[in-house]
Structures are given as C-alpha cells and as structure tokens.
C-alpha cells in the first residue's frame, strides 16, 4: 500500500487524506495543533468544489448548507448600487466552517491516522520518500501547513512567501432576525453578510489599516440596518490581517512533495475560493496519483493543472480586493457607477 503524510488538518489536509485514502493510501496526518477544529466562520462552496465533494464520498453538505440567495451590493447609507434581482449567476452554498471540517473528517477510516500536537521541524527527501523530523517516513508528503507553509520554506528559502494586502478582516455569526444577504462597499472599507442553515447569519468586514494593528469594526456601527445588529448580536468577533502570497507562485511539486491549499497558493478572500480551491487541490491530486504508478510524473501533471488555475485567481482575487478596498472618492464613484451599468446589462440579458 502507498503510504503519504499530509502536514496541516485544515480543510485542505483533511480533503486530501480523504482523496489518497480513496485511492488505496496509507495516510498520516500531522497537526501541530492539541485538536482537531476549525474556526467559528462560514465560507462559500461553490460548484465546482461541491463537485468534488460528492465526487470523494462526502456526506451531508446539503444538509449543512444553504444555497445563497442573488445578493445586490449597497452603499452605506443603504443606497443600492446593484439589487438583489436575480442575475443569473452561479452561486455558491454557505457553510459553517467548522461543519464542513467535521463532514470530512467524517470519512476517515481506518487507512488515516491522525498525530495532533505534533510540529513538523525538518524534511528530508530522497528518490524513494520522504523523511519527517527524522522519524516517520513516507512515498508522499504534503504540505498542506498553511500560508506561513514550513515545508514550503524549506524548499524553497529565497521565496518571498506571504504579502500584506493593506487590510484586515473582521469575522462573525450572529443570532439575528432577518432575511437577505448582500454587501455594502465603503471607501477603503466592505462588509458582507450571508444565511446559515440554522437561520444564524455569517458576516465577514474589510478596513485598511497598518498590518499587526488590532481593531473593533466599530466604523461599521454608524453604517445602515441590518448591519450594526450583525455585529452587536455576535458573541466573538474574528480579526485577522489579510495576506496573500508573493506571484509568480513557487512550483507546487519538488521531488516527492507536493504543496496544497494556502501552501500553494494563498489568495485574498474577495473571491471566496481560497476553500473551495484546496477542496479542488486534493481532487486533483487523487486523480493524477490515481493514474500512474510514477509519483514524480503524477505530481509534475498535478502542478501543471492547479498552478496556472489557481495563480489566475490569486490575482483576480488581490484586483477585486484593490477595487472594493480603494479610499479615492473619484474611484469609488466610478467604481459604483459600473457595478450598477453592469447588474442593468447582466439583467436585461438574462431575461432574453
């Protein structure tokens, strides 16, 4: 039985020992953390990452989520921009984070073993495995530790890595009573909110600010309904710097390791794929190891086809961030004026 050693139990790690251990691999997943979790946030799953998930056996995200609903996009004194007609446009499903991390590890059988607390200090590779902490030894390592990627420094030390992308990110689900979703964009600053399955509502807001700054979304309280009641009604409130990772994005595959999820590719979170984009990660990887018994060959095929997807959307993904995120009054005007010329065009094609 091939044998691999996923380091890092985010949803990417946990998707890709899902997807070997459908192949017929002996998987051992490493987290540095005392238990397995996610953090209390909804994402976005949208079409093409559902498909996988069915596609390797996960059971139960219908049921976790529910399909998003056409959402317009307002100013902050409540004043639409674009409304929430419907625009024909693929949509995702929003999903507590941590239900979906629990739906997969829900499939792990005997073939996946789990080691948490434990941190990955050295890797060492040869033509037949890979070597961690001088230990535990493998065919396949992958890294899937995150966008501050130890193994990712390891191969390559002079990449510059992570990048600040001038603001920060405020998460959090509130108990609140009422109907829609949307986003609302300010001058250097955005808000955006979503339905849960139980009725509960995820929001995420943006504010420029200096990295390593903690801050309250306090500016968002004089925005309009129902937007202060989603912060006030939430009991913890997430802050996080947002980054990305430096282009040209490094090689995903370096011998026997292979690089996935924000290891590989690490994007703002403006699109809301950087989940559904490890998701697809590990449906590839299944799929090229799955074809051939030569793993450098497999793992070269699996570079070729996520890198050059997945670079196109780290940098769609830093433009929308620069265009929701700008303070220029003159280019928010026009940035408004264009959403709403373009919902007009997307609608009156849409009834054709």
Known sequence: MSTAIVVGAGIGGVMAAVALQRRGWQVTVLERAPELGEVGAGISVWPSAVAVLEELGIKGVEKAS???????????????????????????????????????????????????????????????????????RAELLVAADGIRSGVRGALYPQYAGPRYSGFTAYRGIADVDLDGGGETWGRGKLFGFARLIDGRFYWYATANQPAGTKSEPTVFESWHDPLPRLIASSEKILQNDI??????????????????????????????????????????????????????????????????????????????GRLGQTENRLLCTIRDALFAVGGKLVALRARR
């Not at 007609?85 to 789990?114: C, K, N, S």
Request: charge should be neutral; hydrophobic fraction near 40%; include cysteine.
């Open 243 to 320: 980054y990305d990772l430096t282009l040209p994005l490094v090689p995903f595959a370096q011998g026997r390791v292979v690089l996935l999820g924000d290891a590989a590719h690490a994007m703002t979170p403006n699109l809301g794929r950087g989940a559904c984009s490890a998701i697809e990660d590990a449906g590839a990887l299944a799929r090229h190891v799955g074809r051939t018994s030569d793993l450098p060959a497999a793992l070269t095929a699996y570079d070729a086809e996520r890198r050059p997807a997945t670079t196109k959307l780290v940098k769609r993904s830093r433009s929308v």
């Open 66 to 136: 529910v399909q998003s609903k056409p959402a317009g996009m307002r100013k902050p004194d409540g004043r639409w921009v674009v409304g929430a007609a419907d625009l024909g446009m693929e949509l995702p499903v929003m999903i507590h984070r941590a239900q979906l991390h629990d739906l997969i590890t829900a499939e792990f059988g005997p073939a996946v073993t789990v080691r948490t607390g434990y941190d990955v200090r050295t890797v060492t590779q040869d033509a037949d495995g890979v070597t961690v902490n001088g230990e535990l």
